[in-house]
């Protein structure tokens, strides 16, 4: 049993911008947990993390960020031949955490490693994704892919003392066939707050969000929400080829895309091209998606070329909205949530996935029965946060007392504990 009541954990991730993994993260915070102090440490400068990160710091999280470094210089940081930055050891060291949880697929052995040599009693591996980078393809990514499968993996499995993954897939991702097999890992699924969407059920309704967004009164709404870049793994592209075929069929359909980010101009371009414009809604970010999905989508669809765990998923689903999506995402939310998902091949043709979203209209629930179909899962925050300190604190009490030297505290976790 470690020393305080507080664990003290400092989690790695590459900022606090809206995404998927930030906002379970925010909602994790949210939770105000009295046996946790969550601080971060971010890869990408102060300030762009935007209300999530000022949330952060309002909440009581000290925020710390590595050193902005070239492209260049890291990877040659990544090869070895450059010091390695120093910040994530500092902060360790001054902050006196009991766990480092670093977050993403690649490079994440490099952190870990940094943790043991600074003698962070529990070091967690957390993998949110099936391919690495988001799917890049190209020399630099055959070499990066090279590199995770031996180097990654070995100081993986060396350094860490928990292997976490939000499904069986990216857990393969992570450590390939050790998946499973070595006692260390554990699934920990990004449930969301189910509390948003009761509170959704009766805060608004269908007339007032389609006046203000200037939909007709009988539109049939098309919902998305995702990241609109750098990666095109939301794949918005294909979306908008399903949704012009919608169109022909029924002139009352609309498309409400949120997000944004880097590519949204090339999304928009597409648009204009088809002649959807007028049937198209690109509000940006946006802070009320329960509000959205429980009271003006009528469906819920997600090409996306790979997933994690897909949250929105999830969140469609307590909204009460049947989900079509791609069949590269896990079959895990399906496994939980029977009958409120269908998968569709990317290679299917526009007339299949226009048929499945016209499906899954007709198979939309009232919000109740989806809160309660997701309630009966280990699927919400409140699971989350549960198995979280449950993870901290059984690593915290097996690891008391013990030596924490890199070497011979990572023998003893190997295989056996």
Not at 124 to 141: I, Q, S, W, Y
Not at 285 to 293: H, R, S, Y
Not at 359 to 384: D, Q
């Amino acid at each position: 049993m470690t020393s305080r009541d507080t664990i003290r954990v400092l989690h790695s991730l590459g900022s606090l911008r809206r995404g998927g993994i930030e906002t379970w993260l925010m909602n994790v915070l949210r939770q105000r947990h009295p046996e946790l102090q969550m601080d971060f440490i971010l890869h990408e400068p102060p300030g762009t993390g935007g209300d999530y990160e000022r949330e952060a710091i309002a909440a009581g999280s000290a925020i710390h960020h590595y050193q902005p470094t070239s492209w260049i210089r890291k990877r040659l940081r990544i090869l070895g031949l450059v010091p390695k930055d120093p910040t994530l050891r500092s902060v360790l060291s001054s902050g006196n955490y009991d766990v480092l949880h670093v977050h993403g697929e690649e490079f994440i052995g490099d952190t870990v490693k940094e943790a043991a040599h600074a003698s962070t009693p529990v070091r967690v591996t957390h993998c949110h994704h099936t391919r690495l980078a988001r799917g890049k393809v190209g020399p630099e990514m055959w070499i990066r892919g090279l590199r995770h499968r031996t180097l990654e993996r070995r100081r993986i499995l060396r350094y860490a003392t928990d292997l976490v993954a939000c499904g069986r897939d990216a857990g393969r991702l992570m450590v390939g066939d050790a998946w499973g097999e070595d006692p260390r890992c554990r699934i920990i699924y990004c449930g969301v707050n189910l509390e948003a969407f009761a509170a959704a059920s009766v805060q608004s309704a269908r007339t007032e969000l389609l006046a203000r967004y200037g939909l007709p009164s009988d539109a049939r709404v098309i919902g998305h929400a995702g990241s609109m870049g750098p990666s095109p793994v939301k794949n918005h592209s294909f979306l908008i080829e399903v949704f012009a075929g919608l169109v022909k069929r029924d002139p009352r359909y609309r498309l409400f895309m949120a997000g944004d980010g880097p590519l949204r101009p090339q999304i928009e371009a597409q648009v204009r091209a088809l002649g959807l414009t007028q049937r198209v809604l690109m509000p940006g970010f946006v802070a009320n998606i329960p509000e959205l999905m429980v009271h003006l989508f009528d469906v819920h669809v997600l090409p996306s070329l790979s997933e994690g765990l897909p949250v929105v998923a999830i969140e469609a689903c307590a909204a009460g909205l049947f989900t079509v999506c791609s069949n590269t995402i896990t079959s895990e939310i399906a496994e939980h949530l029977p009958g409120r998902i269908e998968y569709v091949p990317l290679a299917a043709t526009i007339a299949a996935w226009a048929d499945a979203v016209e499906a899954g209209l007709r198979r939309r629930v009232i919000a109740r029965e989806g809160l309660a179909a997701v309630r009966a899962t280990p699927l919400s925050i409140e699971s989350s946060v549960e198995a979280l300190v449950a993870m901290y604190r059984s690593r915290l009490d097996q690891r008391s007392g013990r030596s924490l030297q890199p070497t011979t505290g990572m023998a003893s976790t190997s295989r056996s504990r």
